[in-house]
Structures are given as structure tokens and as C-alpha cells.
């Protein structure tokens, strides 16, 4: 395929041109077959109106009335699906600008970056999808704004040469032309058939003179089912190819990106997840298809990619190799992570520290740093002394005793157990906080399952012990429900409300400190990891029967 500018925008040009003229034909076609029925209609129950008893076709004034709406609501509907093209589909598929303080996030970003370098300086914007399948896909706006993006389940799966294979795939999408024709028919079909689903649902539950109307617009929306499928006809299953081979070009790595179909077909791709219906802008259909698995005219109007296997012989034979040194290399497959070291330090086996305070010329403790929190009258100016050492000074000059004095400004927030500033720190690469006494955490709730389906995180004996028990008590259904009486107990560190004591979920019978208002969590001491563990080892003991 040619990387002339000219030629891809007369390309883009042309193939958009083409939609828009489709659609002006199918609305006038289907308002012209109306109008047939209805004339024809007319002249049989009521000859003396039209002085018509036979078959005929309307005139031309009314033919051309008919192509003047025809063009009215094909115009409405280009726009309607246009206006924010690009916040449409995103919204759509449920994607999210990257955390630049996720570790994983800011490692996609510089592959992006690297990517879009390598095209010529193009700017690309990275998005995240919270999603545990594995998929990639891209889109495009008119004014240019392009944007690739990932699930968390590919970005967590996936090694870097894979990731910068699947990046550079869906870079050529975007290189040669074909992203933004695709994201404009996603947007004039394809999203219609993700209302239609949600729908579905929401005439069975309606009732009275609403169902009505949504079963009227349900109508429609069946309507715009059969165009999307028409519409595919212009999404060719070679773009995907060509993407392909551009993805070779740039990266040099053919054998990357075969690995990388070969994980993402052989996983969940998101089938039955958000947005799910617009599989023309993924690299594999989030949904499994015969069709798409077989060739002939047939399958070119009906489906957007080409079947998987096919891509992948085409990439082996770029890189010289065969299906048993793919499979080969699959099972020796060793995942690097982004993370250099577990973030979580373990807990001092000397046990918390504990200091002596000088006032009215006695050693007065041993005290916690809670207890000291709260004492009155301790200043830091105040000779203190650390259990253990021999070493005199003033509050104010010990690393740990400072912070009592001081609050963290850049997070604000204070432990709700020692009453002491929570410190910024990442864990499996996720940004949260943590007290450096208790080692409990505030985790934001919609990063929670970046945690889980990461693991970096090596266990210790003592959080193997504890979930294991946990697990067996599942196991014998001798777990008890949390007393409510007890159950509103710690105070957010974000909002100050109570929050609620409960089991994460009940399949997973780790308790926590949830809050009601801003969805933070509090973990204590273990409770995260606990939870990560049980999670990580949910087929072995629960044989996926709860989950």
C-alpha cells in the first residue's frame, strides 16, 4: 500500500463520498417503496381519488419530493452521527484518557509515543478500556484527532515487543487511510446496534405509553441494524492486511504481532462486554464468528475482519517461520513487567516502632506513633527517644515523628486509624494511598481491578496462610455475616463519612471499608493483597463455580 498523503486522502475522501451516497439511496429507496404501497393502496380502496385501478408507479413530482426527504434525513443523519464523533465511540466502548500515574498506563503511553515517532511525528492520543478481555483498537476524527487505545487485559497479558506489534497495527489504520472511514461508519451504524441491545432490555421491563414509543424506535433501530449490515460492505476485510503489513514495516517484528493474535484470539476479547457491536474499529472481532473465519463474497459484506489463522500464516511466512515455532514460542512465553519492584515493603519483624518522650525531666513511654498522635501536649520541640536506641534529639528531627507535625499537601488525606498523613505510592503499578504505620491503603474503587488482574506482587508466607483460611471457611459455608450494628465504623479519609464494614463481595469474603459517597475503599494491613490472592487462585479453589 503507498504512504502517499495524496493518494490516502483521495482514498479517504472517496470511500466516505460513497457512504454518504449509500445512505441517500437507502433512504430513498426505502421511502420510495412507501410511497409505491401507499399510492397503490389508495388507488385500490379509493379509485375516484386517484381515477387508478391497476399497478403504477408514483410521478415524477412525487418521486422527486420523495428524494428531496430522502436527502433531508440522510443529511440529519450524518450529522446527528458526526457531531463528536470521537467522544460517541469512546463513550460507547467505555474507554478512558491513560492514568499517566499508572505504571502500566504511562508504559503504553511511551509505546504510542515510540509508534507515532516512528510514523513521523504523528500525534496520537493512548485510551484504556477497564476491561479484563484483550483487544486494541483505534479511531479517528475529521479534524485529525487520532486515537489508539487498549484493554487492561491485553496491557497486563501482553509483553512490550506484542503490545508495540498491536500499537503498530492499529497505527496503520490510521497511516493508511482507513481508520477514519471506519470510525465514521461505526458512528453511523454500528453504535445504533449498541442502543439497539441495551433497548432490548428496556422494553421488557417499560410499561404503559412508553412502550410505545420504544417499541417505535426500537423500529427504527432495526432499521439501522440492516444498514449497518449494508454498511460493512465498505469496511473491506484487506484493510485489516494492510494493517497488518504496515505493522511489520514499523516495527520489524512480524513474529510480535502473530503471538499477539494468537493470545487475543485464544482469550476472551470482550464478547457480551461494552461495545461489543462495534467490531469494525477492534483488531479482533470482541465476538467469535464462523463467518469471520471463512472467505468468499459472503463473508466480505457480513464481517469486518478476516479470519485470524489466515493473518497469522501470512505473518509466520513474513518472518520465515512455521505454526510450530509460533506454538513453540508461546509456551516458553515469559511476560516482563513494567513494574521494576513490588511497591508494598513488608512490615518491619522487630514490630511497630515505639518512642520515649522527655517531659518534666522523665522518660515518659514507650509510646506508638498513634499514641503520640493524640497525646496532649506533645510538641516538636520535645526530646524524644526511639525504644532500642540510645540516640537523643528533638521531635521535630525524626523522619517518622515529622509527620505528625506536618500534613501531606499534594494528598491531603489522613489515615483513619494513626491519624497521620497518607503517603502517594503505586502498587502492581496503580496510583493510591498508604499510611507508612498501619500499611493500610485507600484504593479508588474503579482501581481495584486493575490491581486484581495484575501480578507482579510475590506473596508472603503470612498472606498465603490467611487467604487459604479464608478460603476454607468459603469453602464450608461457616462465614458469618458482619454484625450491622458494627458494621459503620471508620471515617473516610476523602470525605470524612462513615464508611461501611463489609466482604469486598461475598464470593470473595475479604472484608473492607467501603464508602458509600465518594466510592473509595480502605484497605487494613493485608486486606488488598489478601484479596489479590484469592482472586489469582479463584479456579483452584473454587473451580469457578462463584465467580
Known amino acids: 500500500m503507498s504512504f502517499s498523503f495524496i493518494e490516502i486522502e483521495e482514498s479517504k475522501t472517496r470511500v466516505i463520498a460513497l457512504v454518504f451516497i449509500f445512505i441517500v439511496f437507502f433512504y430513498f429507496l426505502t421511502a420510495y417503496l412507501l410511497l409505491i404501497v401507499i399510492e397503490n393502496s389508495l388507488a385500490v380502496h379509493f379509485p375516484e381519488m386517484l381515477q387508478r385501478e391497476v399497478f403504477f408507479l408514483p410521478p415524477v413530482k412525487h418521486t422527486l419530493l420523495v428524494f428531496i426527504l430522502a436527502l433531508a434525513a440522510a443529511l440529519t443523519h450524518w450529522i446527528i452521527s458526526t457531531d463528536n464523533l470521537i467522544q460517541k465511540i469512546t463513550l460507547a466502548i467505555g474507554a478512558m484518557p491513560f492514568d499517566p500515574k499508572d505504571t502500566y498506563h504511562q508504559y503504553f503511553k511511551n509505546i504510542v509515543d515510540e509508534v507515532a515517532v516512528a510514523m513521523g511525528g504523528r500525534l496520537i492520543e493512548a485510551m484504556v478500556i477497564p476491561s479484563p478481555g484483550m483487544n486494541a483498537f483505534s479511531v479517528q476524527g475529521f479534524n485529525g484527532r487520532a486515537i489508539i487505545g487498549v484493554t487492561e487485559g491485553l496491557l497486563t497479558r501482553l509483553n512490550r515487543p506484542q503490545i508495540e506489534a498491536v500499537v503498530a497495527h492499529e497505527a496503520g489504520h490510521i497511516a493508511g487511510g482507513d481508520s477514519l472511514s471506519t470510525t465514521v461508519v461505526s458512528s453511523l451504524s454500528e453504535i445504533y446496534e449498541e442502543i439497539l441491545s441495551k433497548l432490548r432490555a428496556g422494553i421488557g421491563k417499560a410499561r404503559g405509553r412508553g412502550t410505545a414509543a420504544m417499541i417505535l424506535i426500537y423500529a427504527v433501530l432495526v432499521i439501522m441494524h440492516f444498514l449497518s449490515s449494508l454498511l460493512r460492505y465498505f469496511i473491506s ?49 470482541p465476538r467469535h464468528s464462523k463467518l469471520e473465519e471463512r472467505q468468499g463474497l459472503f463473508s466480505d459484506i457480513f464481517s469486518t475482519h478476516p479470519p485470524v489463522k489466515k493473518r497469522i500464516q501470512i505473518l509466520l511466512s513474513m518472518a520465515h517461520l512455521d505454526e510450530k515455532t509460533l506454538e513453540d514460542n508461546l509456551k516458553n512465553f515469559r511476560r516482563v513487567s513494567p513494574v521494576a519492584v513490588a511497591e508494598f515493603k513488608p512490615a518491619d519483624s522487630a514490630g511497630p516502632k515505639r518512642w520515649f518522650i522527655s517531659r518534666d525531666q522523665k522518660w515518659l513511654g514507650p509510646f506508638l506513633l498513634s499514641e503520640l498522635r493524640q497525646l496532649e501536649g506533645f510538641r516538636p520541640d520535645q526530646w524524644v527517644r526511639m525504644q532500642g536506641q540510645d540516640a537523643v534529639m528533638p521531635a521535630y528531627e525524626d523522619r517518622d515523628l515529622k509527620k505528625i507535625f506536618t500534613q501531606n499537601k499534594e494528598a491531603g488525606f489522613n489515615c483513619p486509624h494513626c491519624k497521620t498523613a497518607l503517603e502517594e505510592m503505586n502498587y502492581e503499578g496503580v496510583p493510591m494511598l498508604k499510611c507508612p504505620y498501619c500499611e493500610g491503603a485507600l484504593v479508588e474503587q474503579n482501581k481495584v481491578s486493575r490491581i486484581l488482574l495484575r501480578s507482579d506482587v510475590k506473596f508472603s508466607e503470612d498472606t498465603v496462610r490467611l487467604a487459604q483460611s479464608i478460603i476454607n471457611s468459603k469453602a464450608k459455608y461457616k462465614l458469618k455475616e458482619i454484625d450491622s450494628g458494627s458494621a459503620w465504623v471508620l471515617s473516610c479519609p476523602q470525605c470524612g463519612r462513615t464508611m461501611r464494614r463489609q466482604f469486598f463481595v461475598y464470593s470473595y469474603p475479604v472484608e473492607i471499608d467501603r464508602c458509600m459517597y465518594c466510592t473509595g475503599i480502605w484497605f487494613d494491613k493485608q486486606e488488598l493483597e489478601l484479596l489479590q490472592y484469592i482472586y489469582e487462585h479463584r479456579d483452584k479453589y473454587f473451580n469457578g463455580k462463584y465467580f
Open 237 to 285: 476485510r484487506e484493510r485489516e492486511y494492510r494493517a497488518d503489513a504496515i505493522a511489520v514495516r514499523l516495527t520489524r517484528n512480524p513474529l510480535g504481532l502473530a503471538e499477539a493474535l494468537k493470545l487475543i484470539s485464544s482469550h476472551w476479547r470482550g464478547a457480551g462486554g461494552q461495545g461489543q457491536r462495534l467490531e469494525a474499529i477492534f483488531i479482533v472481532n
